[in-house]
């Protein structure tokens, strides 16, 4: 164990998702840690696991929750040595509140974010039995990707189809960059229940390429990113459902939309890599 003198002198503190003020019942959400001192190294992590949320608040939105945090990460970024409080109130949502700092000695930054996730955040092991399926699974394992790649913070998320379509347009694309006249988009199609989500995302294109164009001057490069047929257990031994799993796939390559599997993930965090320039 590292000698105590060794050790790095934190300061912490929670950020929890307050739906009513008035009932105070909170989720904590994150966690802020900060070296104490001068030009001390600051960083921010949220859940990956939004399952305690919803179940205090069905109608949260989690994808403005999971798009805070890399709003924080790029104002401290660009403001290393501004008022912390300051960004954070300018930066969190009324329904996200931070507890008051409490010191901390960690043996290393990224030890002591672990250790107080793992404490405060997490679920408990008990809670993680039921394992994500689904467009959940997709879009974890997509994320995983982009954060190893170290290009997440760049994405765009959750980008409302609306902007470039016309208003009540309930579609949100996963994410997205612009490398060149060209705008990237993916996003998470689960073939597992059925070929709805990928008849949806067929239907929209054409729309959403017409307004990209118009609106920002570019081109759209859409791509799905679906489950292998054998995660699902679908083989040719069963030719209905590899038949819907076919004809889910070949409708959205029909409208131009290029389909990947999670197992391209790596490749395609690697090529975003480049094209953002991250050394």
């Not at 802020?32 to 109608?59: M, N, S």
């Not at 930054?109 to 404490?119: D, F, K, T, Y």
């Not at 257990?233 to 030719?239: A, F, H, L, Q, V």
């Amino acid at each position: 164990m590292a000698d105590q003198h060794q050790r790095c002198e934190c300061e912490f503190q929670l950020l929890r998702y307050v739906p009513d003020a008035v009932r105070n019942e909170y989720v904590h959400i994150g966690v802020i840690l900060r070296e104490q001192g001068e030009g001390g190294r600051l960083d921010v992590r949220f859940t990956r696991d939004w399952r305690r949320v919803r179940c205090l608040d069905p109608e949260a939105d989690t994808a403005l929750l999971e798009g805070m945090e890399s709003e924080l990460r790029k104002r401290l970024a660009d403001d290393p040595s501004g008022k912390l409080m300051k960004i954070l109130d300018e930066s969190l949502s009324l329904g996200v509140q931070m507890t008051e700092p409490k010191a901390y000695l960690a043996e290393s930054l990224p030890a002591g974010m672990e250790e107080l996730m793992r404490m405060y955040v997490e679920p408990p092991p008990r809670e993680k039995v039921s394992r994500l399926r689904g467009r959940a699974a997709i879009q974890a394992g997509m994320r995983g990707e982009f954060e190893r790649a170290g290009v997440w913070d760049l994405l765009r998320k959750q980008i409302r189809a609306a902007e470039y379509t016309r208003p009540g347009d309930p579609l949100r694309i996963d994410m997205g960059y612009r490398p060149n006249g060209v705008i990237k988009m993916f996003h998470a199609v689960s073939l597992e229940p059925g070929v709805e989500m990928a008849k949806v995302l067929a239907f929209s294109v054409a729309g959403l390429r017409a307004g990209i164009e118009r609106v920002e001057n570019a081109g759209l490069d859409l791509t799905a990113i679906i489950e292998p047929a054998a995660r699902l257990g679908i083989s040719d031994e069963e030719p209905e459902r590899m038949e819907m799993y076919r004809f889910g796939v070949e409708t959205m390559e029909e409208h131009q939309i290029r389909v990947l599997t999670t197992a391209d993930m790596p490749r395609v965090a690697a090529t975003a890599r480049r094209e953002l320039r991250v050394e």
